[in-house]
């Protein structure tokens, strides 16, 4: 299986080669034929990919260490499910699922546009095939061949890093994957509107739905990605600026800035340069997010020994990408002027536009922290990194700007709103917002940037249940029906301003989570069992953590090394205001074959904070059962994972099939006769 | 050895399956069957949205009256702007204005008559009871009635759609 998934990866070098070059010229010519033979490679190409993926994955399950691959990512002990997620363990796998997902949405992209967007389609396809065809290129050419043998079969391999040895391996790095790949749909789109010429919003309207489900994805593998970091010691918590880290939110912010730019140029036919840009750009740093990362080029400020090739191609192939594409963009300027001006600074485009103003900030920003070390050793020999403080200190008031935006847009008509009218509807959104703050401080709450924070959060909250009561107040009025099915026929008729708003309640629950990090409580402790440790919460809840006992797993024999870990397991009865609540078993595991260690944290959540559990310092050696406890009472933590899902389910809204009249068929029934009574409104 | 007959067979599947419209002439269609996307009739789109929405935006209390009067009839001249098929290429939009408005008054009033009643006959002006397929009168298709009349009542129908 695995000989014939590298048989399969040479097979579809050509095969791709041949898509690209036909369907550019079956578009230029107008051959059908053509197009058609190009659009069957994308089946073919996602076929091609699936066996060599297979042939990657059937090496991993077959313990076939004569693949140098498989041989770095994984060992006999290794769980059967991780030996799955191994093709994406490495950088190497990594890359063959990438082009894996690509193809995918490749075929879907084709198969869905067989019968329309005709005149896209060909540079479409073409521009999908070009990149699945460098991707292939790369992984057969650029020594990163997941097939690469060793030319001897060690008897075991050197095992997966205990840190992914998680069950979100198998979730976290799929789902944001996804996200990355499907952005491709759009990219190609807008490259095909510059390359033919049809640049009204019509690239805008077919992709919108690729936009959003890149941006589900996205934000599903960013919440899920700081779910695994929260869980797993060592990775500082849910976010830590790490470069990782940073390079996945980054094409999410100009995702972000997107969204929100492209109504304004489908509404008033504006910002269609910039639109342009952001599509571009936003898709080079889904590749910066997946490539450059893994490729040690920015870890190089940590060790000088990788191997620096990938990145380098990497950063041509992008370089060549940004500049054919401004190329473009400058080639079609007439085309791409703006239609129509901004009327006044209140009007909801302006808004949109300082929204996208922010983002774009936000994203410059990380972007140069995550640079900064690359910069400086390029421009003056020595790395400086720049650490969570640069981070926080810029980024939290912008977002906090953007947060209060989202309350603020909403409520603002489009072209231009008076004074007066903002100030009415403003009251009392506002008048919940001072009380949220005048209640914290009652409480005596005196962090700043939290208080802020909390405030706005009430402020734009009641601003979304404000507009769902009245428009649902309105549509009830107007269509003449109950409460409940005027909210449902109101969600129906527009969905992306609705499953927008949900987003953003989402996202104020998040803020609200991320805020509570500064009323964190942290105590240390050294345990005998039978000891106890108590910590006092934020919110005044008294918890005790009685530490029971250890027990651990090692084999008895220490040279018996038929275990993938060993654990040692602390057995803590918690107890909240005397009350018994439940147990934790946090722990530490040995993996003797890559002898490394990793520490399980114990997690205890409630509605309002979670109990946080390091078994810190265990005498592994002794057998002694004292054990260093470090115990975190983290505020508002769950309301984190709350606001994520809360978010997803916004954007699902927004994706489900919509009940409005799509354009072609509004057009269709132009001309065959009047619309049925209900399609309208 | 497996591997390699499989690799084969493969290769000569796909290559057959890629190479295959090139040889039979057998095409995908170079452009859509139906040209129904024109740029005329995304900006009637966003015309009737854009009065959509400002409908809605006055419903929800974000405009006041004096704003929502003034952007009404700066819309609802756009949107018959966009309606007028000959206005495209600049055409001064005025005349194009008064020319349609009343016109527009008339469509609205029929198309609001029809929905209630029934269907309009494209060629003879009339009404049947709803959901008739062919024309009592005249026997001409009602659905498939083409012509710049029926275009430009199905236009003005979402007009009337948006103020209802």
Redo the contacts between chains.
């Keep these: 299986m695995t000989v014939l998934g590298e048989i399969a990866l040479w097979i579809a070098l050509p095969v791709a080669l041949w898509g690209t070059v036909l369907s550019f010229i079956g578009g230029r010519s107008g051959r059908g034929d053509l197009i058609l033979s190009g659009e069957r490679t994308a089946y073919v190409l996602t076929l091609l990919i699936l066996v060599a993926s297979l042939g990657i994955i059937a090496a991993f399950v077959g313990n076939q260490y004569q693949y140098s691959y498989v041989a770095n990512y994984s060992n006999r002990e290794l769980d059967t499910y991780f030996k799955v997620a191994g093709l994406w363990a490495g950088q190497r796998g990594s890359l063959v699922f990438w082009t894996l997902l690509l193809s995918v949405f490749a075929s879907i992209a084709v198969f869905t546009n067989r019968n329309r967007n005709r005149e896209f389609m060909p540079y479409v396809s073409g521009t999908l095939l070009g990149l699945l065809a460098f991707l292939i290129v790369v992984l057969l050419f650029a020594d990163v061949s997941p097939f690469e043998r060793l030319g001897f079969t060690p008897a075991n391999g050197r095992g997966l890093n205990p840190q992914l040895q998680s069950y979100w391996m198998t979730i976290h790095p799929p789902t944001l994957y996804l996200g990355f790949t499907a952005f491709a749909v759009p990219f190609a789109f807008a490259i095909s509107a510059l390359l033919t010429g049809r640049l009204d919003s019509r690239w805008i309207a077919i992709t919108r739905r690729w936009i959003l489900l890149s941006w589900f994805f996205l934000t599903c593998g960013i919440v899920l990605g700081m779910r695994w970091a929260y869980e797993e010691l060592g990775w500082g918590g849910y976010w830590f600026w790490d470069p990782v880290e940073n390079a996945s939110l980054l094409p999410w912010l100009t995702a972000t800035a997107f969204l929100h730019s492209i109504q304004i140029q489908e509404n008033r036919g504006m910002l269609k340069v910039w639109n342009m840009a952001l599509v571009v750009i936003t898709f080079l740093l889904t590749l910066f997010a997946t490539f450059l990362t893994r490729s040690g080029l920015i870890e190089s400020v940590h060790s000088f020994a990788q191997n620096l090739t990938i990145a380098y191609i990497f950063l041509g192939f992008m370089g060549g990408l940004a500049a054919f594409s401004c190329l473009l963009i400058v080639y079609r300027l007439p085309l791409l002027r703006s239609e129509n001006q901004i009327q006044s600074f209140l009007s909801r485009e302006s808004a949109f536009l300082f929204n996208n103003l922010l983002l774009v900030g936000i994203t410059f920003a990380v972007a140069w922290g995550t640079l900064f070390p690359l910069i400086t050793e390029g421009f003056f020999g020595e790395t400086i990194n720049v650490g969570p403080p640069f981070y926080n200190r810029v980024n939290i008031p912008i977002g906090l700007i953007l947060l209060a935006l989202m309350g603020i847009g909403p409520v603002i008509a489009w072209r231009r709103a008076s004074p007066r009218n903002l100030r009415r509807n403003f009251v009392l959104p506002l008048v919940a917002g001072v009380a949220v703050l005048g209640a914290l401080l009652l409480a005596g709450v005196r962090h700043n940037m939290a208080l802020a924070t909390f405030g706005v959060s009430a402020f734009v909250m009641a601003i979304v249940v404000r507009e769902f009561w009245k428009g649902t107040k309105a549509r009830a009025r107007i269509a003449g029906e109950g409460v409940f099915s005027a909210f449902r026929g109101l969600v129906r008729r527009n969905r992306r301003r609705w499953g927008g708003y949900v987003v953003h309640a989402g996202v104020v629950v998040l803020f609200t989570g991320l805020a509570g990090a500064a009323f964190d409580v942290v105590v240390e402790q050294e345990l005998a069992p039978g000891e106890a440790i108590s910590v006092r919460s934020a919110f005044g809840n008294e918890y005790r953590l009685v530490y029971e006992s250890l027990s651990h797993s090692r084999p008895r024999a220490a040279e018996d090394v038929a275990e993938n870990d060993w654990r040692w397991t602390a057995l803590m009865t918690i107890y909240r205001n005397g009350e018994r609540i439940g147990v934790t078993r946090p722990e530490r595991r040995i993996y003797p074959v890559m002898e490394q260690q990793s520490t399980e944290v114990g997690i205890a959540s409630s509605l309002l904070e979670d109990l946080y559990v390091i078994p810190k310092d265990v005498d592994l050696d002794s057998g002694a059962e004292r054990v260093v406890f470090e115990v975190k009472a983290l505020p508002l933590v769950p309301w984190i994972w709350c606001g994520g899902l809360v978010v997803a389910i916004g954007a699902l809204v927004g994706l489900w099939p919509t009940g409005t009249v799509p354009v072609r068929a509004a057009a269709a029934r132009r001309v065959r006769g009047p619309l049925p009574a209900g399609a309208v409104g | 050895m497996a ?2 007959i ?2 084969i067979l ?2 000569a599947g ?1 290559m057959l ?6 040889f ?11 040209d ?4 005329g ?2 900006r ?3 015309a009737l ?2 009065l ?3 409908e ?2 006055r ?6 009256r ?2 929502y009067e003034s ?1 009404r009839a ?1 819309l609802s001249h756009d949107a018959l702007r966009q309606l007028e098929p000959d206005a495209e290429g600049g055409d001064p939009a005025d005349s194009v204005v008064e020319r349609a408005s009343s016109e527009l008054e008339d469509e609205i009033a029929q ?1 609001r008559r ?2 209630r009643e029934g ?1 309009e006959c ?1 060629s003879c002006q009339h009404v049947n009871r709803a959901g008739a397929r062919f024309c009592a009168q005249c026997g001409q298709a ?5 012509g710049a009349g ?2 430009t ?3 003005a ?2 007009v ?3 103020e ?1």
């Design positions: 591997a390699l499989g690799g493969l290769a796909v399956y890629v190479i295959e419209p090139v039979s002439g057998r095409g995908a269609p170079v452009y859509d069957s139906e129904d996307y024109d740029e009739a995304a009637r789109r966003v949205t854009a959509r929405d400002l809605y935006d419903a929800t209390g974000k405009l006041d004096k704003d952007l700066e198309i029809a929905l269907l494209a009602l659905e498939a009635g083409g029926t275009r009542n199905a236009g129908s979402g009337a759609g948006a209802s």
